[in-house]
């Protein structure tokens, strides 16, 4: 029996793409490719997600790659316009979980601590958790278990009888190790049916 649901957030609550911003410096799909591929990569930013400061980070790129200084600086400084909202319909689905008071409700996000504070305050459905455990305030991040271990031991969460929900299947694949029950986001219909399958009415 379950009784306590983990969430991811990025992908999973809230709409988090950094093209939603570079759609507005580039022309083309092609030109913001290059860039996430070669400048911005997602190992770059995995790194602000374990703890590195924005200014450190944008301080390496431009050292690497002045000539593309304006995109460099836009994603710290225009951060805000790489999220779209919430992702509707698995907010309607925590806010089920949460008025049935059946689960006790958690996040684990690989998130910069510099900019989690404004998701706090943008967004109220964040409230709605017993606890948060944000990677860039840990200095560590999933998929390394150390940060699944940090929410684990803080809130007295036994794994096998917790669930937990990301888009990204390493942090997902990281999570079956550690004895925890998952699903793989896709989409709100999906992970809908997934939880009324496993006996969690939503």
């Known amino acids: 029996m379950k009784d306590t649901i983990i969430f991811d957030l990025g992908g999973v609550l809230i709409d988090w793409n950094p093209r939603y911003l570079y759609r507005k410096i580039f022309n083309t799909e092609q030109e913001i490719d290059w860039f996430l591929q070669h400048v911005c990569t997602n190992e770059w930013n995995e790194k602000q997600d374990g703890g590195r400061t924005f200014e450190e980070a944008t301080r390496e790129l431009l050292q690497k790659f002045p000539e593309h200084e304006v995109p460099i600086r836009a994603w710290y400084g225009r951060w805000k316009e790489t999220i779209q909202g919430p992702i509707q319909g698995t907010v309607d689905i925590l806010q ?107």
């Open 96 to 202: 089920a979980i949460r008025d049935a008071r059946s689960h006790r409700l958690y996040a684990l996000t690989n998130w910069s601590a510099e900019t989690f504070p404004w998701a706090l305050e943008r967004f109220d459905f964040l409230h709605w958790f017993d606890g948060i455990v944000v990677s860039g305030v840990e200095k560590t991040r999933k998929p390394f278990p150390e940060f699944y271990h940090i929410l684990l031991n803080r809130y007295q969460v036994d794994p096998a009888k917790a669930l937990f929900i990301d888009d990204n299947l390493h942090n997902v694949d990281a999570a079956v190790k550690l004895g925890i029950e998952t699903i793989h986001f896709q989409h709100p219909a999906g992970l809908r049916e997934q939880l009324n399958a496993k006996g969690i009415q939503v």
